[in-house]
């Protein structure tokens, strides 16, 4: 194999793999990437069985070939050279990485022993504007949890539903719910509960991309834009559904700035003990954020609010209360709250295209 590649291209395509596909595993096979080098240019490719994905770079191909290398040296050198063009070319055992003034080389692995990236058998698949899932995924990926031990909240539920796509997730303590435009392009509905993790990083190389589309097979979810693709093994996770959420309950309704809220309560948190619990106190033309005396202080912040029907008290976890805010960030917030330790639920009086539900379940606040 033997290729000459824009260095910025070429760094960039290997920094998105190891992020799709992070070398965690003591197997080199699996922690290794895969590079084709064809008349079209050159492919890196990578999977640790449970998820794959491949990134496509423009490159002048000189031999064709086929080699499987180390792929985050390969990332961190590619990274760090200031060379403007790179060469990459097979020399004995070794992949070598060339510039004018310089020369690394990686060892080159056995690529007989390598699983390869499986193809899809998709059942259903569409499209949806790579803005509005990175807009979705901003909010409904950070809301799965993180604790393996958990598996089947540690992923997003994608589900089309008609011509929207919903995207669900939830940590037991709070659920976010996100519905976008969605084109189906078959007549299965797509279904399938995703890790977050793998989600999380497809929103940030999706921003700008105009279309991206997602297939579902029985057991896999892959997502393809221009130049990537990414594969994964799915869960069991139609339970993850507000379904079985009393939602209906509402009896006082707030509107208020979700930037004051949100500051308010970081600024009022400061003043609480280490689980950080704040009380919003609805007032007959205002909203109280405040904390319960202790021994570590205590703070109230009066904000601006327009409430409707009875007064309450509901008690949050700060931090839980502050990323249910962000997603409203630079406008206004409903908060829907029911009596009791029944959810409330935050919204937007105006939604955009990409729509946000927040359900976010009280604390039971210190005596």
């Given at each position: 194999?033997?290729?000459?590649?824009?260095?910025?291209?070429?760094?960039?395509?290997?920094?998105?793999?190891?992020?799709?596909?992070?070398?965690?595993?003591?197997?080199?096979?699996?922690?290794?990437?895969?590079?084709?080098?064809?008349?079209?240019?050159l492919t890196l490719s990578a999977?640790?069985?449970?998820?794959?994905?491949?990134?496509?770079?423009?490159?002048?191909?000189?031999?064709?070939?086929?080699?499987?290398?180390?792929?985050?040296?390969?990332?961190?050198t590619l990274r760090a050279l200031?060379?403007?063009?790179?060469?990459?070319?097979?020399?004995?055992?070794?992949?070598?990485?060339?510039?004018?003034?310089?020369?690394?080389?990686?060892?080159?692995?056995?690529?007989?022993?390598?699983?390869?990236?499986?193809?899809?058998?998709?059942?259903?698949?569409?499209?949806?504007?790579?803005?509005?899932?990175?807009?979705?995924?901003?909010?409904?990926?950070?809301?799965?949890?993180?604790?393996?031990?958990?598996?089947?909240?540690?992923?997003?539920?994608?589900?089309?539903?008609?011509?929207?796509?919903?995207?669900?997730?939830?940590?037991?303590?709070?659920?976010?719910?996100?519905?976008?435009?969605?084109t189906p392009a078959g007549e299965?509905?797509?279904?399938?509960?995703?890790?977050?993790?793998?989600?999380?990083?497809?929103?940030?190389?999706?921003?700008?991309?105009?279309?991206?589309?997602?297939?579902?097979?029985?057991?896999?979810?892959?997502?393809?834009?221009?130049?990537?693709?990414?594969?994964?093994?799915?869960?069991?996770?139609?339970?993850?559904?507000?379904?079985?959420?009393?939602?209906?309950?509402?009896?006082?309704?707030?509107?208020?700035?979700?930037?004051?809220?949100?500051?308010?309560?970081?600024?009022?948190?400061?003043?609480?003990?280490?689980?950080?619990?704040?009380?919003?106190?609805?007032?007959?033309?205002?909203?109280?954020?405040?904390?319960?005396?202790?021994?570590?202080?205590?703070?109230?912040?009066?904000?601006?609010?327009?409430?409707?029907?009875?007064?309450?008290?509901?008690?949050?976890?700060?931090?839980?209360?502050?990323?249910?805010?962000?997603?409203?960030?630079?406008?206004?917030?409903?908060?829907?709250?029911?009596?009791?330790?029944?959810?409330?639920?935050?919204?937007?009086?105006?939604?955009?295209?990409?729509?946000?539900?927040?359900?976010?379940?009280?604390?039971?606040?210190?005596?």
């Open positions: 194999m033997d290729l000459t590649a824009t260095t910025a291209h070429l760094a960039a395509a290997s920094a998105d793999l190891v992020r799709l596909v992070p070398a965690k595993l003591v197997d080199p096979v699996l922690a290794g990437v895969v590079l084709t080098a064809a008349p079209a240019g999977t640790d069985r449970e998820r794959s994905a491949s990134v496509e770079s423009p490159a002048i191909v000189h031999t064709e070939g086929r080699v499987l290398v180390p792929a985050k040296p390969l990332a961190e200031g060379d403007d063009r790179v060469r990459l070319v097979v020399e004995g055992s070794r992949l070598a990485i060339r510039t004018d003034t310089a020369r690394f080389a990686l060892p080159l692995l056995d690529i007989d022993l390598h699983p390869g990236v499986p193809a899809n058998q998709e059942t259903a698949h569409g499209t949806v504007s790579g803005a509005h899932l990175a807009e979705a995924l901003a909010t409904v990926a950070g809301t799965a949890s993180r604790d393996d031990a958990l598996p089947l909240f540690t992923g997003v539920r994608v589900r089309a539903e008609g011509r929207e796509l919903v995207l669900r997730a939830t940590d037991r303590y709070r659920m976010a719910i996100a519905t976008i435009p969605w299965t509905d797509l279904d399938a509960l995703v890790p977050a993790a793998l989600l999380q990083e497809i929103g940030k190389q999706v921003a700008a991309e105009p279309a991206v589309e997602l297939r579902t097979s029985a057991n896999s979810f892959t997502a393809t834009w221009p130049h990537s693709t990414a594969t994964t093994a799915v869960l069991d996770g139609t339970f993850v559904s507000e379904a079985n959420i009393v939602l209906s309950k509402v009896d006082t309704t707030v509107e208020t700035d979700a930037d004051a809220l949100s500051a308010a309560a970081r600024r009022v948190a400061l003043h609480t003990n280490p689980r950080g619990v704040v009380t919003l106190e609805v007032g007959d033309t205002h909203l109280k954020v405040r904390t319960t005396p202790d021994a570590e202080g205590e703070a109230e912040e009066h904000l601006k609010a327009t409430p409707t029907g009875g007064r309450t008290s509901p008690s949050y976890q700060s931090r839980y209360l502050v990323d249910a805010l962000r997603p409203f960030a630079g406008g206004p917030v409903t908060l829907a709250i029911q009596p009791g330790m029944r959810a409330t639920i935050l919204t937007t009086p105006e939604p955009g295209e990409v729509k946000i539900t927040y359900i976010l379940v009280p604390i039971r606040p210190q005596s």
